[in-house]
């Protein structure tokens, strides 16, 4: 007599819920007139999948990805801070030092869970042998 397995589902029946639909910031510069703009473009630049160009008050630019900010009660209070593109230091910049924000590539666009199961299935009807979960090379 053969017990019946609970909990047990074929994968292939599952549902899938659709991914959290991502606003296209790649190559936006967004406007800082005001400080309400400043905090606003740079949640978004840390949600961002890319890289970010800083440009600062005194003319320098600064490429890189930010990892991580920290909001205070003014522009002087708050920084971001990131990785940059050149060089393995981690910088902070206060708010109040930029005067320009470029959104670059999106290194994540198109690599969803979606795009990466139609590339599965269509190996897999397709006849392919040895499909399984193996990582894209970033670039």
Do not use: C
Request: glycine share 10%; hydrophobic share 35%.
């Amino acid at each position: 007599m053969s017990v019946p397995q609970r909990g047990i589902t074929n994968p292939e029946e599952l549902e899938v819920a659709p991914g959290r639909e991502r606003e296209n910031l790649e190559g936006w510069i967004p406007q800082l007139a005001s400080d309400e703009e400043v905090r606003q473009a740079l949640e978004k630049a840390f949600d961002y999948r890319g890289d970010v160009s800083i440009t600062l008050k005194n003319g320098e630019k600064i490429e890189g990805y930010i990892f991580d900010r920290r909001s205070g009660r003014t522009l002087g209070d708050s920084l971001v801070r990131l990785y940059p593109k050149s060089g393995n230091q981690k910088l902070s910049i206060s708010y109040a030092d930029i005067s320009a924000l470029a959104f670059g590539k999106d290194t994540a666009a198109g690599k969803s869970w979606e795009a990466w199961m139609k590339k599965y299935r269509e190996k897999k009807a397709a006849g392919e042998k040895n499909i399984g979960l193996h990582p894209e090379a970033l670039e």
